[in-house]
């Protein structure tokens, strides 16, 4: 069956040091990966999506990267920021599982000031 | 442009009632899915709709039903409310197309339901 999973379930940085939250997938046919991120009391936002044929990707101050031989994926934030401070979700889509996503349950992200 | 939105945003019902939760998708998106997040979770998949019908269907009991209408929004119903149904209540939308198309799928805020 599918599974997502994060290594780390909280996280506690600086404020100005770099992020790396890491998410585990097992379905080697995952194709689509988004990571998301909630703060307390909203819906997930997206961040930042990565599709199976790239390995990394670059956002405004966060880069995803993907590692199909160890099915991991990683979203890494620069200078985080107070603001950064939320839950975390990967979450991935296999092609011949149509629309639905399998979520991980978070790494939870503080930001110390 | 206005994204996903969903109402109500908080209720509470009494066990055995019913709820119909509302969302309209992000303008431009055909496709509509629902997830349920229970505290301290990740959301887990109900179900999709697509042209007015059900796609696509998760883990989850006929208690849960759903609708779209012609105008790509959706309701989702619960029947026979149990305790455990207490959760945040998350719609989802994008284009069918999306995923060919780099579209990404958004999320709403949520309908938080509290059964008591």
């Known amino acids: 069956g599918e599974s997502v999973g994060l290594h780390l379930p909280t996280l506690s940085v600086q404020e100005g040091d770099n992020s790396i939250i890491n998410c585990a997938y097992s379905?080697?046919?995952?194709?689509?990966f988004i990571w998301y991120k909630q703060e307390s009391g909203k819906g997930p936002q997206f961040i930042i999506d990565?599709?199976?044929?790239?390995d990394k990707r670059q956002g405004q101050r966060v880069t995803v990267l993907l590692n199909k031989t160890v099915k991991h994926l990683s979203l890494q934030i620069a200078a985080t920021q107070p603001g950064d401070s939320a839950v975390y979700f990967c979450?991935?889509?296999?092609?011949?599982?149509?629309?639905?996503?399998?979520f991980g349950t978070g790494t939870s992200l503080t930001v110390i000031p | 442009d206005a994204g996903v939105t969903q109402s109500p945003t908080h209720l509470i019902k009494t066990r055995g009632q019913q709820v119909t939760l509302r969302c309209s998708p992000k303008?431009?998106?055909?496709?509509v899915s629902w997830y349920q997040q229970a505290l301290g979770q990740g959301p887990q998949f109900i179900f999709q709709?697509?042209?007015?019908?059900?796609?696509q269907r998760g883990n989850f009991p006929d208690r849960f039903s759903g609708h779209q209408f012609p105008n790509y929004s959706s309701e989702l119903n619960v029947n026979a409310l149990l305790l455990g149904d207490s959760a945040l209540y998350l719609c989802?939308?994008?284009?069918?197309?999306?995923?060919?198309?780099?579209?990404?799928?958004?999320f709403g805020e949520g309908s938080w339901l509290t059964v008591v």
């Open positions: 979450a991935e889509n296999t092609l011949n599982t149509g629309n639905q996503f399998y």
């Open positions: 379905n080697s046919a995952s194709d689509y």
């Open positions: 990565i599709r199976s044929n790239m």
């Open positions: 303008s431009g998106h055909d496709t």
């Open positions: 709709y697509y042209e007015e019908e059900e796609r």
């Open positions: 989802a939308s994008w284009g069918f197309a999306g995923r060919t198309s780099g579209n990404t799928i958004y």
